[in-house]
């Protein structure tokens, strides 16, 4: 099972980016997916999470700014950041809380996962 992210990068401040996690692997379920970061000298922060169900948790900081939505179809997760800031910046960890499917098709362990991170860059 892995994790691969998409779409950090370089935008002005004010700007947008759209981040995607697509988890791939022998997996049985997924329950919940997320998004943390971290900026350089300071520690991993939960940005957002979301529930199988579509519950959704998100930072103070980036309420109002950031969607969290999942495609569990295609077992991916999704962060839309709008309004920008310099303070944004940091590397982007997606994770997710999976269930593998086993050789004989069963429900296996269940353990976090996380993604390689991708850079988010805010210039002011």
């Known amino acids: 099972v892995q994790l691969q992210a998409y779409g950090g990068g370089l935008v002005q401040a004010g700007g947008f980016l759209r981040l995607s996690c697509a988890a791939s692997g022998s997996i049985f379920s997924i329950n919940a997916m997320g998004w943390y970061r971290q900026a350089p000298g300071k520690q991993r922060d939960l940005v957002a999470d979301?529930?199988?169900?579509?519950?959704?948790n998100y930072a103070d900081s980036v309420k109002g700014r950031f969607t969290i939505s999942r495609d569990n179809a295609n077992n991916t997760v999704y962060l839309q950041m709008n309004s920008l800031k310099p303070e944004d910046t940091a590397v982007y960890y997606c994770?997710?809380?999976?269930?593998?499917?086993?050789?004989?098709?069963?429900?296996?362990?269940?353990?976090?996962?996380w993604g390689q991170g991708t850079q988010v860059t805010v210039s002011s």
């Open positions: 994770t997710a809380d999976i269930t593998i499917r086993t050789p004989w098709g069963s429900r296996g362990y269940a353990r976090d996962y």
């Open positions: 979301i529930t199988s169900g579509g519950s959704t």
